[in-house]
């Protein structure tokens, strides 16, 4: 016969001992819920995208286009894919030079093709993951505590943000050139398809709204300055601003700054020559100018800026709608042209990705 004592102290110890380790485990299981259920709502956004791209595709017409395509255009607009990426690393060097000096071109390429299969699995998470990559393989600042990073991560993530801005800032003003140099063309896309169906559904008080907001900024950047160093907080949020406006100000400190100007300018030339190739390639678009061509390369840039894991679906359907509404190309016709531009980038980034991947994890 067996008789089983309780310790109640024991037990009561225990419990107390249990409790942190429970915590933890409930923290991470909602910080697990809460990516789960954000990577579950962008993806169903891209199948609704994808469903009004193609719910009126008639898919005999739509394999026979695919197979009167001409590939070899395909392969130079992959090409230049390759290159823009190699482009971008350079123009991202620069950058982070004044941070440290010791990152290589290498693992900046790498880094970017990272980035680029990464934002496959969730949007945006490309931009963090690259940030990884530097902070990886920057130097110490003291040897004797190699967890203190030259280029630590919040510095490579401002050098991110101004990158990402700098490119949308170059994107929307090209946009902007070629709608108003070609208004009777173009303008009326902008004005019907998006101007008007977002004006109807804002009402005054968005203003309203935007303005709270922005202050609320304000007082928060204010009390966040003021406490800095009396609340634990917030001097640790604090200090990662610091870190991200020290990322961002790098580009004051650039050596060459006109090298920076030039990268950019042969990043969107290798834009518009992926999206002319691209046009070339499709017997349907024979019509269509290198203009048209750089029109569509900025209006799938917009399609990138929803939230939709590889821009999948949105890319699609505001190119579809854009040769629509624009150049009267039938919706399949149009979505052909779509799912070549976006597959082809695709499939380049997953190849130079998985190689930039394998790279690293072999690199000491």
Not at 95 to 105: A, E, G, K, Q, V
Not at 164 to 180: D, I, T
Not at 239 to 244: P, V
Not at 315 to 322: E, P
Request: hydrophobic share 55%; proline share 3%; aromatic share 16%.
């Amino acid at each position: 016969m067996f008789i089983l004592v309780i310790n109640p102290t024991k037990l009561a110890n225990n419990w107390i001992n249990l409790q942190p380790v429970l915590q933890r485990h409930s923290i991470y299981m909602n910080k697990k819920f809460t990516k789960i259920l954000k990577y579950l709502l962008s993806a169903l956004l891209a199948a609704l995208l994808l469903y009004f791209s193609f719910r009126e595709v008639e898919w005999a017409d739509f394999v026979a286009g695919l197979k009167g395509c001409r590939w070899g255009y395909i392969i130079l607009s992959m090409a230049a894919g390759a290159l823009a990426f190699w482009l971008r690393a350079l123009r991202w060097r620069r950058l982070l030079i004044p941070i440290d000096d010791s990152i290589t071109r290498i693992t900046t390429f790498n880094g970017v093709n990272i980035g680029n299969i990464s934002n496959f699995v969730f949007p945006r998470l490309g931009e963090l993951v690259r940030c990884g990559v530097i902070t990886r393989r920057s130097l110490p600042e003291d040897f004797k505590h190699p967890e203190h990073k030259k280029a630590s991560y919040d510095k490579v993530l401002g050098t991110v943000v101004l990158e990402r801005s700098w490119e949308l800032l170059v994107m929307l003003l090209l946009l902007a050139v070629v709608v108003v140099g070609g208004f009777e063309r173009f303008g009326g896309f902008f004005v019907e398809q998006i101007w008007t169906p977002m004006a109807q559904r804002l009402d005054f008080s968005v203003w309203w709204i935007v303005a709270v907001l922005v202050m609320g900024a304000a007082c928060g950047s204010y009390l966040l300055w003021r406490f800095r160093r009396s609340n634990r907080l917030c001097r640790k949020v604090w200090d990662i601003f610091r870190g991200l406006l020290q990322g961002f100000s790098s580009c004051l400190k650039m050596q060459q700054k006109w090298l920076f100007f030039a990268y950019t300018a042969l990043i969107w030339l290798t834009y518009w020559f992926m999206a002319a190739s691209t046009v070339w390639a499709a017997p349907f678009l024979a019509d269509l100018t290198i203009i048209d061509a750089l029109f569509l390369s900025l209006v799938g840039g917009l399609g990138f800026a929803v939230p939709v894991p590889g821009g999948i679906g949105a890319f699609h359907f505001i190119i579809s709608l854009a040769l629509a509404g624009i150049y009267g190309i039938p919706m399949e016709m149009g979505i052909i042209y779509a799912t070549l531009s976006h597959t082809s980038q695709a499939v380049t980034q997953i190849i130079f990705g998985v190689g930039s991947y394998a790279y690293e994890a072999f690199r000491k």
